[in-house]
């Protein structure tokens, strides 16, 4: 499957920006989409996911600020993000998996997408 993300950008501290990740498939037929991000320096980490049922999961760093939510009719998955912090910065992926077997399954990502918070 082939990710298409959107929306990143500059913003100040307390701002907020919603991401987009367009799938080229239904994004009912795939079993996790994800986003995922990686400062500089850092290694890349798991942020927020959505499974094909609807059940999400959150990084403690952004619970209660960030909100993952899907489109099915657009296969296109968003973040949203508000109450942005510095320490938000970052590369933002978009991620698809693809199974439930972990040697067969199939991951895809997105090219990423820049998000820059100021303080």
């Known amino acids: 499957v082939q990710l298409v993300e959107s929306g990143g950008g500059l913003v100040q501290a307390g701002g907020s920006l919603r991401l987009s990740c367009a799938a080229s498939?239904?994004?009912?037929?795939?079993?996790?989409m994800g986003w995922y991000r990686q400062a500089p320096g850092k290694q890349r980490e798991l942020v927020t996911t959505i499974t094909s049922d609807g059940s999400t999961d959150y990084a403690d760093s952004v619970k209660g600020r960030f909100t993952i939510s899907r489109d099915n009719a657009k296969n296109t998955v968003y973040l949203q993000m508000n109450s942005l912090k510095p320490e938000d910065t970052a590369l933002y992926y978009c991620?698809?998996?693809?199974?439930?077997?972990?040697?067969?399954?199939?991951?895809?990502w997105g090219q990423g997408t820049q998000v820059t918070v100021s303080s």
């Open positions: 498939r239904n994004i009912l037929s795939i079993n996790r």
């Open positions: 991620n698809a998996r693809i199974g439930l077997i972990p040697t067969t399954r199939t991951v895809s």
